[in-house]
């Protein structure tokens, strides 16, 4: 069953992130995909996949994509956050990260864990 996966890459792991993606090209396909709007971009033009983007993570994204963790519209969260560069929406950035340990909603900030989550969804 298709579940709703959010994903965010800062500037600095988009690279990575879509090699990841090309990788599990199809199982992300199986599934409902929301991105910030600069990664959902990456994700439709490199890879073809239908991804539905928010606004951009300093623009506010990151505060749509928590709200919609806070409503129950978002199985997963994948956020690759760039730890060596220091970000002006870094609270919003926290937001998230808080929102899914509330909610327990998975969060995976790195492949590996993102790797696994998406395993760990087709099995629920
Ligand atoms: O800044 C971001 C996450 O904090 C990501 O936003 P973009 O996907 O628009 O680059």
């Known amino acids: 069953m298709p579940k709703r996966i959010a994903i965010i890459a800062h500037d600095g792991k988009k690279g990575e992130l879509v090699e990841w993606a ?16 600069t990664t959902g971009r990456t994700l439709q033009e490199a890879l073809g996949l239908e991804v539905a983007c928010v606004r951009s993570g300093p623009q506010g994204g990151d505060a749509q994509i928590a709200a919609m963790v806070v409503e129950g519209r978002i199985d997963a969260v994948i956020f690759l956050v760039d730890p060596l560069y220091a970000h002006p929406h870094e609270p919003d950035i926290r937001t998230v990260m808080r929102l899914c340990n509330v909610h327990n909603v998975p969060l995976a900030t790195n492949l590996a864990t993102a790797s696994m989550v998406l395993r760990g969804l087709e099995e629920e």
């Open 22 to 37: 090309r990788r599990e090209r199809e199982r992300l396909a199986r599934h409902q995909l929301v991105a910030t709007a």
